[in-house]
């Protein structure tokens, strides 16, 4: 990619998820390279990133963005239209919303890696806007406000060259819905600071980490930990978490927003952690592997790539609390082996990820420039 002028886009910047790993290690790579992204809250990510040169949108001054950034999400489009990328031969987006929307000059090469089509607007709408959970006037606007995203989703796939998946479950929703072919390349996960304790800890807990969002379903994890007793610790913040707490029994603590060696330390010392929604990858479950702990998962989706049932976790089927709770109880008599699951986290590792993303992304490129 010599001599190549490259462009990174991203969403938006607000923390430090799947999303934003896979973003620095980009920005490893083409270390000249600005990032666009919708808006960023300064602070929010590795220093690193926070030296770059970041250019933002005009949803950047709009008021209340830090709290309310999603009720903004009709003029998701056109902000990421409006940016200009008339300079760049090369652009990698990273997309789980409208980052593949840009428009990149018609000389341009555009890469996107997909996180997700948008969620909400696809696999995910009825967990967001299903039957109950819209108010008025919200049930009359949100409808025709997602049907109207679905079709610019759709229409703005054309503007990607080449579409690269963070799992074979998000390549089959590439298929299904914008009718293009999509390769995989795992996400990265820190391997060299998620490692297994020093020594054995008691393991006292399950475990969840991720945001509370609908589609996650932690309501079937905290439901599950009701019905048995067992101790959960809930990591993370977000929309669900008050309806959660109101269902939220006494074994069941939310610790909100973990980062660094307290996080690290949870995973080390928890029985398993919990992935009770359907994933796109589900970076968590490698993170937990890699610190020799074993991932209980819904049977779907990115997890079935990344957790090796009976050998580095277990799989249930039946999406409801007595369900969850069996598959629960099976793991608490089992023993996993810390070897196995921490071999199975290295598939994954940072160093992973960037080979094969460098080497692709400048085969892709080679092939771009010979058919010019």
Not at 81 to 105: M, N, R, W, Y
């Amino acid at each position: 990619m010599k001599n190549a002028r490259v462009a990174l886009v991203h969403d938006w910047l607000t923390g430090r998820r799947g999303g934003e790993k896979v973003l620095e290690v980009l920005a490893e790579i083409f270390p000249e390279a600005p990032i666009y992204t919708l808006f960023h809250f300064p602070g929010s990510q590795i220093p690193d990133l926070e030296k770059r040169t970041i250019r933002t949108s005009f949803l950047q001054r709009m008021p209340f963005l830090r709290k309310r950034y999603r009720y903004y999400l009709p003029l998701f489009p056109l902000a990421a239209e409006l940016f200009d990328l008339q300079d760049f031969d090369l652009v990698v987006s990273s997309s789980h919303c409208t980052a593949k929307g840009i428009i990149p000059k018609p000389e341009a090469l555009h890469v996107s890696y997909i996180h997700s089509p948008v969620r909400y607007a696809w696999n995910q709408y009825f967990a967001y806007f299903g039957p109950g959970r819209l108010g008025f006037p919200a049930k009359y606007i949100v409808p025709p406000v997602i049907h109207r995203l679905r079709n610019w989703d759709v229409a703005s796939s054309a503007r990607v060259d080449r579409f690269i998946a963070n799992s074979r479950a998000v390549a089959g929703r590439i298929e299904k819905y914008y009718r293009r072919p999509a390769e995989v390349i795992h996400p990265p996960v820190d391997t060299e600071f998620f490692v297994p304790p020093a020594a054995m800890p008691e393991r006292k807990y399950f475990l969840v980490v991720t945001a509370l969002v609908p589609y996650k379903r932690i309501d079937l994890a905290v439901a599950a930990c009701n019905l048995r007793g067992y101790p959960l610790k809930v990591v993370g913040d977000g929309p669900e978490m008050r309806a959660l707490r109101a269902t939220a029994g006494p074994s069941v603590e939310f610790l909100g927003s973990v980062e660094g060696a307290e996080l690290r330390r949870l995973f080390q010392e928890a029985i398993a952690l919990l992935m009770p929604g359907e994933e796109d990858f589900g970076i968590g479950a490698v993170e937990a592997q890699a610190c020799g702990t074993p991932v209980v998962a819904l049977g779907r989706g990115g997890v079935l790539e990344t957790v090796r049932p009976g050998e580095t976790g277990l799989y249930f089927q039946e999406s409801t609390p007595t369900g969850l709770a069996a598959v629960l109880d099976k793991c608490r008599g089992l023993t996993f082996n810390k070897a196995s699951l921490r071999a199975q986290a290295l598939a994954f590792s940072r160093d992973v990820f960037r080979t094969k993303m460098e080497t692709r992304l400048a085969a892709l490129w080679r092939e771009f420039k010979d058919s010019k």
